[in-house]
């Protein structure tokens, strides 16, 4: 059998089907309509240019990204305080993922990840250091201003989490992500998306963690091995919950606002349509007998029927 590091496990294949409807609603107008019949279903007697007609008119009141927007907007109302923080990790204040957002910034945004999808992981990882020592010492790292610093795996990256119970707590043993990069050509004229899957895994509690990655090509999955994290003890990974469903499993916090808001792209879809018909304007005879005539002074007579517009 083909090794596929890719394929997702039936909870987060089922999870992942969640997902398309608010993550549609949230891209807007543009994202509904080419969702086309998932979420504007088309009428028995509908002809396609008349479907592609309707469908075209219909715009999102995006009710959903609204909420979502308040709701973040709410919990940030104020800036993020910071007690009894390691002076030795302040640096992860002004940047904490390494890309130059604030603690501030970057948990907005993961804020909203976690309402959005009902789950999000957070990394914890240290940049691969050139030209150090075979024994670095401190001095050395500091020389590179190498620190660790913080990352997000939205849930639909998730593929696959598994874990064990022991002396009754859940120790997590394996996760599973996938992610892509984009790779430009030597002449930067082109651009290839490329898929990697990579995987943390600790078999035995306090042992070493190693990470593995996977890159899809031409040729298949390849990867160099699994890596022992250097002086590593526990699994670098946290999840937070809007909505848990399960371990390093969750739904849509805000699910039954995004069912109500594509019932109202739905309806609106129809009065829009409706509308749109009712006010072209058209010919009708009015009179007590169509079939009467007044004569004319150069001999001829008309209908004594009027047309109405």
Do not use: C
């Amino acid at each position: 059998m083909t090794l596929n590091p890719s394929q997702k496990t039936p909870a987060y294949t089922a999870m992942a089907s969640t997902y398309h409807k608010v993550d549609t609603l949230l891209a807007g107008t543009t994202a509904m309509r080419a969702a086309s019949t998932t979420y504007l279903p088309k009428h028995a007697e509908e002809s396609d240019a008349n479907y592609q007609t309707r469908l075209q008119r219909s715009t999102l009141v995006n009710y959903y990204g609204r909420a979502l927007d308040a709701a973040i907007g709410h919990a940030h109302k104020q800036p993020v305080v910071v007690k009894k923080f390691p002076a030795s990790l302040s640096p992860l204040l002004k940047d904490i993922d390494g890309a130059g957002n604030t603690l501030d910034q970057f948990s907005q945004e993961e804020l909203h990840n976690t309402l959005h999808h009902g789950i999000v992981a957070f990394v914890v990882d240290y940049p691969t250091l050139e030209g150090l020592p075979e024994k670095p010492t401190l001095a050395d790292v500091k020389r590179l201003q190498a620190r660790s610093y913080v990352y997000s795996v939205t849930a639909p990256q998730f593929i696959a989490a598994y874990t064990l119970i022991e002396n009754g707590q859940e120790r997590l043993l394996h996760f599973r992500f996938a992610t892509t990069e984009i790779v430009p050509s030597a002449d930067f004229m082109e651009e290839a998306t490329v898929t990697k899957v990579i995987a943390y895994e600790q078999l035995v509690k306090g042992g070493v963690v190693t990470v593995q990655t996977w890159t899809d090509t031409e040729q298949g999955w390849i990867t160099d091995g699994p890596k022992t994290l250097r002086n590593v003890t526990e699994m670098p990974i946290v999840f937070a919950y809007g909505w848990k469903t399960g371990t390093a499993q969750g739904k849509p916090v805000l699910g039954d606002l995004a069912d109500l808001n594509v019932a109202h792209w739905q309806s609106l879809s129809e009065q829009t349509n409706i509308l749109s018909i009712a006010r072209v304007p058209f010919l009708h005879a009015k009179g007590s007998n169509l079939n009467t005539t007044t004569p004319q002074t150069d001999g001829t007579s008309v209908s004594d029927a009027k047309m109405v517009i």
